[in-house]
């Protein structure tokens, strides 16, 4: 990876890379590796996948201090009901606490959630709704509309896909 980006940076003078990866950082010594590396370029960065259950506050302090500018997650509730529908293997606390750990470490995120699972309901969404107004009290930085809100996709070979089929 670090021989592709010294390619970028020496053939087409790059200076931000955007790292797309369901599952960046879950291999915690790769990840410290990367950083370590990625912080000798002098690069801004950002990445789109990260998962809440695989970093810590000193994670996203250290991916700030390489260069990383943003870490957007798959959070896609507020509610714990509705993330163990979704099979996230996620607590919504973890939501709470990579929230909170952002804004401490001034990185920019986007709240991305998804809705219209099967359960949704107004207690579901109630409790989305709070944790997305935490996101924004957390500090007057925090825009309101970094917001990105799915409605569930029955795509072919999902669990949901299957629901939908047998009902």
Request: aromatic share 10%; with cysteine; net charge negative.
């Amino acid at each position: 990876l670090m021989d592709r980006i010294d390619f970028l940076i020496q053939r087409y003078n790059v200076g931000f890379l955007n790292f797309a990866d369901e599952n960046f950082g879950t291999d915690r010594k790769w990840l410290k590796e990367f950083i370590d590396e990625i912080k000798k370029r002098d690069l801004i960065w950002r990445v789109g996948g990260m998962r809440v259950n695989t970093i810590t506050a000193d994670i996203i302090r250290q991916m700030k201090e390489s260069g990383c500018a943003s870490i957007y997650y798959g959070m896609e509730s507020g509610s714990q009901t509705m993330l163990d529908v979704m099979e996230k293997v996620t607590k919504v606390e973890q939501n709470y606490n990579a929230v909170k750990w952002m804004t401490e470490n001034d990185v920019f995120t986007v709240i991305q959630l998804i809705v219209g699972m099967p359960g949704e309901n107004p207690k579901t969404i109630e409790e989305t709704i709070e944790f997305t107004s935490y996101y924004v009290e957390q500090s007057p930085k925090n825009d309101p509309n970094a917001l990105s809100i799915n409605f569930a996709q029955a795509l072919p070979g999902t669990p949901l896909y299957e629901i939908g089929r047998h009902q």
